[in-house]
């Protein structure tokens, strides 16, 4: 492919969706200043339509911000000397860093950090769907909503106008799953990525709380 085309498809995807998007590049983080690189490289990909891109990478930022949070919870969020980190989050990023998803979103309900119900769509719905979905490339976790049979037809080219139907299983047939993955990965990245965003501010803004208790 030339670059040309390259540039045409960038530039259409840039004047169309900068706009929508672009509100994330702005975010003034209050904590998790770590995940400011990750933000803005799916605010990227969400602009240039990387739909399969954006959840994957949601699931890493949701990942790390539970992981941090839990850190953070800890550690405080007041200003740590310097000569004092090694220290300070040595523990913590032992205790934490190795966390599965799970058992990091069971800390964080135990700790309150986040509420049942955030608990429960996270363990049961963003756990099984998108990040073992897209993360594991499991497809039977993301298409295990959508029919098995689709109905296709076909005809041959000796004889063109005998038109025949065939029942195909689109969760088992590959070229089928992979259109059903690209459509559930077009409609659902984007309110995926919005969910973990404004997790992000809930948990900063809890941490913040917590503390003037």
Request: proline share 3%; hydrophobic share 40%.
């Amino acid at each position: 492919m030339e670059k040309a085309i390259f540039e045409n498809i960038f530039k259409d995807c840039l004047d169309k969706n900068f706009e929508k998007y672009s509100r994330f590049f702005e975010y003034k983080f209050k904590i998790f200043f770590e995940l400011q690189n990750s933000i803005f490289e799916v605010a990227k990909c969400l602009i240039l339509e990387l739909d399969k891109a954006t959840i994957t990478l949601t699931n890493y930022i949701l990942e790390r911000l539970l992981k941090l949070a839990l850190v953070h919870k800890e550690v405080g969020i007041g200003p740590i000397p310097v000569e004092q980190w090694n220290i300070v989050f040595e523990g913590p990023s032992l205790k934490y860093g190795s966390l599965n998803l799970g058992n990091s979103i069971e800390h964080c309900l135990k700790l309150n950090l986040i509420s049942q119900t955030e608990r429960d769509f996270l363990f049961n719905t963003v756990r099984e769907l998108m990040r073992n979905g897209f993360s594991h490339a499991d497809s039977e976790k993301i298409l295990k909503d959508i029919p098995e049979i689709a109905v296709g037809f076909y005809a041959n080219f000796n004889n063109p106008t005998e038109i025949k139907k065939v029942d195909l299983n689109q969760k088992t047939i590959s070229p089928l799953q992979a259109v059903q993955i690209d459509n559930f990965a077009k409609e659902n990245s984007f309110y995926y990525f919005e969910y973990v965003f404004g997790l992000i501010e809930k948990l900063e803004n809890r941490l913040i709380d917590s503390k003037s208790l």
